[in-house]
């Protein structure tokens, strides 16, 4: 059994290696699922309130209340898979959650990019509107998850895969450490 949780921030890649996942067969859990769903559940469009109803959840139910939320469904995954992968951890405290939950069989991945390709990325995902277009801006979206407490979560990573090149070439180094495990990374 192992959990692989990846962290990093907005567009840097996650939902790209959580792409390369899912082709190998790899279970994905994507923690921002629970978000999106408390959204609808509160008639409110995830497009425009995720990150606010991220803080909304974490001030009504504390810090891991997101982790807390998306554990059964790692379990249930694990029942029928060697291996899941856990999409969007955000903070230390969900680092703490998944590792008193997991133990040794936890391994956390920073997944890293320059601003400048993020920028692009979420430009073109149509994800880094302006304030003015009722939207966050990157720097406004890295502050807010940065708030969370994910430069202590990236800074606990177990290993780092860089997003520096091209999609084929990060691809690759994802591939590499889903089937080969971190020790390739080095």
């Given at each position: 059994?192992?959990?692989?949780?990846?962290?990093?921030?907005?567009?840097?890649?996650?939902?790209?290696?959580?792409?390369?996942?899912?082709?190998?067969?790899?279970?994905?859990?994507?923690?921002?699922?629970?978000?999106?769903?408390?959204?609808?559940?509160?008639?409110?469009?995830?497009?425009?309130?995720?990150?606010?109803?991220?803080?909304?959840?974490?001030?009504?139910?504390?810090?891991g209340a997101i982790a807390e939320r998306s554990l059964p469904v790692i379990r249930e995954?694990?029942?029928?898979?060697?291996?899941?992968?856990?999409?969007?951890?955000?903070?230390?405290?969900?680092?703490?959650?998944?590792?008193?939950?997991?133990?040794?069989?936890?391994?956390?991945?920073?997944?890293?990019?320059?601003?400048?390709?993020?920028?692009?990325?979420?430009?073109?995902?149509?994800?880094?509107?302006?304030?003015?277009e009722g939207g966050e801006s990157l720097a406004e979206r890295d502050q807010r998850e940065?708030?969370?407490?994910?430069?202590?979560?990236?800074?606990?990573?177990?290993?780092?895969v860089d997003n520096d090149g091209s999609l084929e070439a990060f691809h690759e180094r994802?591939?590499?450490?889903?089937?080969?495990?971190?020790?390739?990374?080095?």
């Amino acid at each position: 059994m192992q959990v692989i949780g990846t962290v990093g921030l907005p567009g840097s890649g996650k939902s790209e290696a959580a792409e390369v996942a899912r082709d190998l067969g790899i279970p994905v859990v994507t923690m921002g699922d629970v978000i999106r769903q408390e959204c609808r559940d509160r008639g409110l469009d995830p497009a425009t309130h995720h990150g606010k109803i991220a803080q909304k959840l974490r001030e009504e139910n504390g810090p891991g209340a997101i982790a807390e939320r998306s554990l059964p469904v790692i379990r249930e995954r694990l029942e029928e898979a060697e291996t899941v992968l856990v999409d969007g951890i955000r903070s230390g405290t969900e680092v703490d959650i998944f590792e008193d939950a997991f133990g040794a069989e936890f391994v956390l991945v920073r997944i890293a990019a320059p601003d400048e390709a993020r920028a692009k990325r979420l430009d073109l995902r149509g994800r880094d509107a302006s304030a003015d277009e009722g939207g966050e801006s990157l720097a406004e979206r890295d502050q807010r998850e940065l708030g969370f407490g994910m430069d202590e979560a990236m800074d606990r990573a177990d290993v780092t895969v860089d997003n520096d090149g091209s999609l084929e070439a990060f691809h690759e180094r994802v591939r590499t450490l889903l089937t080969e495990g971190p020790e390739a990374m080095a």
